[in-house]
């Protein structure tokens, strides 16, 4: 359990570090449903080990940081259903955006 843990942590920083260097080179846009998932799965990850070895002021920060993630999700997600109601948009927001 110890070695899925720490790899769980792993996981989250390098999702976390992948999205900033998209963002940071322009590869992706910040407010985009990649860099959300990316980040928001980065989050949780970093959460989840943080609570396992009791680092609650990371485990609290990244429950932050994927709650905010979520709200960003699900803002675009209704924005995507709006522009399909208009019929001025695709049925989901791009992956690259």
Same mark, same amino acid.
């Given at each position: 359990?110890? %070695?899925?843990?720490? /790899?769980?942590? *792993? %996981? ?35 959460? !989840?080990?943080?609570?396992? &070895?009791?680092? *609650? ?7 932050? *940081?994927?709650?905010?993630?979520? !709200? /960003?999700? !699900?803002?675009?997600?209704? %924005? ?6 208009? #019929?001025? #948009?695709?049925?989901?927001?791009? %992956? &690259?955006?």
């Amino acid at each position: 359990m110890d %070695l899925l843990l720490e /790899a769980i942590g *792993w %996981l989250g920083a390098a999702l976390l570090l992948t999205g900033y260097a998209l963002v940071s080179s322009a590869r992706v846009h910040g407010d985009g449903l990649l860099y959300q998932l990316i980040n928001l799965g980065g989050a949780v990850g970093l959460m !989840v080990n943080s609570a396992y &070895n009791d680092a *609650w002021p990371s485990a609290g920060l990244n429950l932050v *940081w994927a709650s905010i993630g979520v !709200v /960003a999700l !699900v803002k675009l997600m209704r %924005l995507a259903r709006s522009a399909r109601a208009d #019929g001025t #948009g695709d049925s989901a927001p791009a %992956l &690259n955006e």
